[in-house]
């Protein structure tokens, strides 16, 4: 595998269930992001990884919760969501996220995400 | 505050037409421009950047060039393919904008033979 790598690429769940999102990437970069994007909407930044620490929170609801077990692996927990939160979620890397190079950054597919 | 706008789609083009997506931009100090791209079922991309004022990013076949007295950041390629079709998003981001990237909206293309 190269790349940016997400699992699943669509996921359905109802409002009461729990599942997670998984990316990995294989670039050897110490720096990870998940992304929301809906339809109209510009990519909304939701958290940032940088060496397994978390450096951003963009005022995310708790019922989005990340973790970051080593620089290659980001999940995204899911709980309790609402219609709303149907969206794509995107997983990137960079090799840092500060300077210049936060600005290489590389995306995986995607996981469809529908919230009945 | 740091935004970027760019023209709505979605855009039809006949095959070989002239493509022009406007983008630009709102920034304190002087960000990094870059120009994504997003295949049907697939992540985005990066397809260009351009990182001072004057510089002119370039990629199979697309070009754009970062105007700071515009504040603008416009796509163009001479002749667009089948293949083009894609969603396009400008983005800046910079030494003011913490570990933020800011994305346009995007705009969708479609090229017709």
């Known amino acids: 595998e190269t790349g940016v790598t997400q699992t699943p690429r669509h996921l359905v769940m109802g409002m009461t269930n729990k599942k997670s999102l998984k990316c990995e990437q294989h670039?050897?970069?110490?720096?990870m992001y998940w992304y929301k994007q809906s339809a109209k909407k510009p990519l909304e930044l939701m958290f940032v990884?940088?060496?397994?620490?978390?450096?951003e929170n963009n005022s995310v609801p708790s019922r989005f919760s990340p973790e970051c077990p080593n620089s290659s692996h980001l999940f995204l927990h899911l709980h309790t969501l609402q219609p709303e939160d149907s969206a794509l979620y995107l997983c990137a890397s960079s090799p840092t996220s500060s300077g210049r190079a936060k600005d290489e950054q590389y995306f995986g597919p995607g996981t469809r995400l529908t919230v009945t | 505050g740091n935004s970027v706008t760019q023209m709505e789609g979605p855009v039809t083009l006949s095959e070989e037409a002239f493509l022009t997506i406007n983008c630009t931009y709102t920034a304190t100090g002087y960000p990094s421009l870059f120009w994504y791209v997003q295949y049907p079922g697939e992540g985005l991309q990066l397809l260009l950047k351009?990182?001072?004022?004057?510089d002119k990013g370039s990629n199979k076949g697309f070009e754009a060039t970062y105007r700071k007295e515009t504040t603008s950041f416009h796509l163009e390629k001479g002749s667009v393919q089948v293949s083009d079709s894609a969603v396009y998003f400008c983005a800046l981001s910079g030494p003011n904008t913490g570990n933020q990237f800011y994305f346009g909206t995007g705009t969708s293309l479609t090229v017709i033979p």
């Open positions: 670039l050897g970069h110490n720096a």
């Open positions: 990884y940088n060496f397994k620490e978390q450096t």
């Open positions: 351009a990182t001072k004022a004057d």
